[in-house]
C-alpha cells in the first residue's frame, strides 16, 4: 500500500484530501505542523509527501522542511501545495528538493489523485 504523508493545517482541506486519498486506497499519515511532519517522515517508510506550503503559527514553511523530509525520506516524491502563484516559491521549493509544485485551487484532490498514481506507475 502507497503511504503518503501530508502536511495540511486546514481542518476542512485535511479532511477533505484525507477522504479523498483513503477512499483511492491510499494510507495517509497526517500531520498538522512541519514538527509532526517530520517526526512521521522518520518513524513511517513514505512513498509520497503532500506539503502545505504556508503552515499558520509555524516558525517554519512546508518548503523550508523538505532538505530534512528528503534525508529522512530519500526516495519518498516530495509535492508542494500552495495558495501562492509565485515562480519565486515554486523555485525555492525545488531547489530545496521538492519533485513538484501545485497551486491548490487548480489541483483539487481529484487530480491530485490521478498525479500521484501516475507517478507511482512511472516508478514500477
Known sequence: ????????????LTKLYTKKLDAAGFQVFHAENCRE????????????MLIDHGIKGDTQTGIDIVPELRKNCQN???FIL???NQQELEKT??????????????????KLIEIIQQNITEEA
Open 1 to 12: 500500500m502507497t503511504s503518503i504523508l501530508f502536511l495540511e493545517d486546514d481542518k476542512m
Open 76 to 78: 519518498a516524491k516530495i
Open 37 to 48: 511532519a517530520l517526526s512521521l517522515s522518520q518513524k513511517h517508510s513514505i512513498d509520497i
Open 93 to 110: 521549493a525545488k531547489n530545496n528538493g521538492a519533485d513538484d509544485f501545485f497551486i491548490k485551487i487548480d489541483t483539487p484532490p481529484k
Open 82 to 84: 500552495s495558495n501562492y
